[in-house]
């Protein structure tokens, strides 16, 4: 019998988790551990920050799913790995510490056979000083922080009510913060609901972003065929922005936050500050700080994992210049690089390199967005790790039967700009492949005829309907496991 | 009402003016009312519904290697 533990219960771990133990059967193990005992359905956190939806709409229990499907679930987190055990354990293992219940605060060492760290971003809110729900701006990340960030827009709403001007910020809150996207629907979806209430002459709506041009979304843009012609995401995004009346500050490296101010650095090396009254600002990304011993119980985390935490993969990590990436850099299967029972799927493996191009400032700052994991990946490469760890427990074969690197397969994004079944709108926006493959597109770096960017409210209902449909398949309800990452 | 054109110049000159000229917000393509209209037709809006369900599958199957 194997044993196979999934760390983090994430889009990730959590479609990992459930194709693994649909392959394998009672016949293997599978482990979760996760110190969060919910399921989030992360998109939906924008609707819960302005309202729209209740946390329990957007998240659900594990345990019982996880005793349904015979997976055993530890609530803890990990804190380091062991991939050759130690003088005392000889199997690989994982130390893990409860985060609730009567054994919070243990520590236990948990062995294993095949190990998928799908433990995804920390919210690096330290990186930037005076960033986060703590301090002096809300975020949307997770459930809790968008319930705070609705409390706080309500607040605002309140103000202006009373016929006070506010100023809303809307934006990314680190010099190299990523996630542009679902800063971009929560400043849309702040704007339609102040928009609802009749409000928006005492709202001044600024989006603040480390793209180079607006529509850049860490993916270095795209373009798509509008109007009879192939144009920028900039200029559909620019678009967006104007209609709504929501100003914009780009290439800016925002680094300190003080109550109702921001500071930031321009690629033109100028430093500034803008004003706000409300904030949400998306914070710096890294991986969650695992540790790594050896038998002999030397420190090698740096063997495991990249300088930023996240989870060194067989990606080529070679330095080289913008001009020579290339599609073949990105992981196809998110082993290890140095060890081939692990593998790192979702947003916890380390990307070869950005994206976007890479700008500094004149006084030599990095502002440039790192590049995004998106749900669609997240869950497709969580899958492709279950298929391949199952087939090589049952065949024992050391081969992939299946891949998923970013260079080839496509995404699709939903942005909800408004939260109404007859008046709502989203903006469908699909890239094909993520990552541009100038060899195979020179023209466009994709495939034009598959990029989509409609803005409408056919988008708001496939985005509600994806809400529902992914919700079904965590909670396993019958054929989950037909329904697409 | 009828506005004649003297008391337009006058209510005119009081505002101020307010010059959209040579701001980022002013050069990006704006919606027109029919473009706004169709964004939100439920017959059409509908057909796009499938429409775009169809584009997105096919990502998403090229996706699932
Ligand atoms: C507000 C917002 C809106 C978004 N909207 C969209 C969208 O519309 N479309 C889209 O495609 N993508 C969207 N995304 C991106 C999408 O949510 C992510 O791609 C996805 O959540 C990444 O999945 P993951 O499993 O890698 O990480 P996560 O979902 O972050 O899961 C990580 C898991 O690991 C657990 N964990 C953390 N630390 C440890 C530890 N030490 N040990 C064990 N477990 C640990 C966590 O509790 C969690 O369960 C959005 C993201 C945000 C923040």
Known sequence: ?485 | MRVSHLSFNIIYKQMKTVVRNYKDEYYPPIPTKSTKFWRVSFIYQFYKFLKLNFKIMRIVVKGHS
Not at chain 1, 283 to 302: E, H, L, M, R
Not at chain 1, 441 to 462: F, K, M
Not at chain 1, 469 to 481: L, T
Request: net charge positive; glycine share 8%; hydrophobic share 40%.
């Open chain 1, 1 to 485: 019998m194997a044993r196979v533990i999934v760390l983090g219960a994430g889009i990730s771990g959590h479609t990992a988790a459930s194709f693994l133990k649909k392959i394998l059967g009672k016949k293997h193990e599978v482990i979760v551990i996760s110190p969060n005992s919910y399921y989030q359905w992360v998109p939906s956190n924008i609707w819960v920050g302005v309202g729209k939806m209740s946390i329990d709409q957007v998240r659900f229990k594990l345990d019982k799913i996880y005793k349904k499907w015979k997976i055993d679930y530890k609530q803890a987190k990990a804190i380091s790995i062991n991939p050759e055990g130690n003088q005392d354990i000889s199997k690989p293992f994982v130390s893990i510490q409860y985060v609730a219940g009567e054994k919070a605060g243990t520590l236990e060492n948990v062995e294993y056979d095949y190990l998928v760290n799908a433990t995804g971003p920390k919210l690096n809110f330290e990186a930037t000083e005076g960033l986060g729900p703590d301090k002096n701006t809300v975020s949307v990340c997770s459930y809790d922080h968008a319930s705070h960030a609705y409390t706080e827009f309500k607040k605002s709403v309140e103000l202006m009510k009373q016929g006070k001007k506010q100023k809303f910020l809307i934006g990314t809150g680190h010099a190299m913060a990523t996630c542009q996207g679902a800063a971009f629907e929560y400043a849309l979806n702040i704007a339609y609901e102040i928009k609802k209430l009749k409000l928006s002459h005492l709202a001044e709506i600024t989006w603040i972003s480390n793209e180079y041009e607006l529509g850049d979304f860490g993916m270095s843009g795209a373009f798509v065929k509008r109007g009879g012609y192939v144009m920028s995401t900039k200029i559909f995004t620019e678009s967006i922005f104007a209609e709504n009346n929501v100003n914009w500050i780009k290439r800016a490296g925002v680094y300190k936050v003080e109550p109702n101010k921001v500071y930031y650095e321009t690629l033109a090396g100028e430093y500034k500050t803008v004003d706000f009254d409300f904030a949400m600002l998306i914070p710096g990304f890294a991986g969650q700080g695992i540790k790594a011993y050896d038998k002999t119980n030397q420190d090698i985390t740096s063997k495991l994992f990249a300088a930023n935490g996240f989870m060194l993969v067989d990606a080529d990590y070679t330095p080289k210049d913008f001009e020579d990436w290339s599609i073949d850099d990105w992981p196809e299967n998110y082993q290890s690089s140095a060890y081939n029972n692990i593998f790192a799927p979702g947003i916890a493996f380390a990307p070869p390199h950005s994206i976007s191009k890479p700008t500094k400032s004149t006084n030599g700052t990095a502002i440039f967005p790192a590049p995004p994991r998106t749900g669609m990946p997240s869950g497709v490469t969580g899958k492709i790790v279950a298929q391949n760890i199952a087939h090589i427990i049952k065949s024992g074969k050391h081969e992939f039967k299946h891949t998923a690197s970013m260079g080839r397969m496509g995404a699709a994004c939903i942005i909800s700009a408004g939260y109404s079944m007859t008046r709502g709108l989203g903006a469908t926006m699909t890239v094909s492949p993520i990552v541009p493959d100038w060899e195979k597109y020179p023209q466009w770096g994709r495939d034009v005829n598959a990029t989509v960017g409609e803005i409408g409210l056919a988008g708001h209902w496939i985005k509600l309907f994806l809400h529902y449909m992914f919700i079904h398949k965590a909670k396993g309800y019958p054929f989950w496991w037909l329904l697409p990452e």
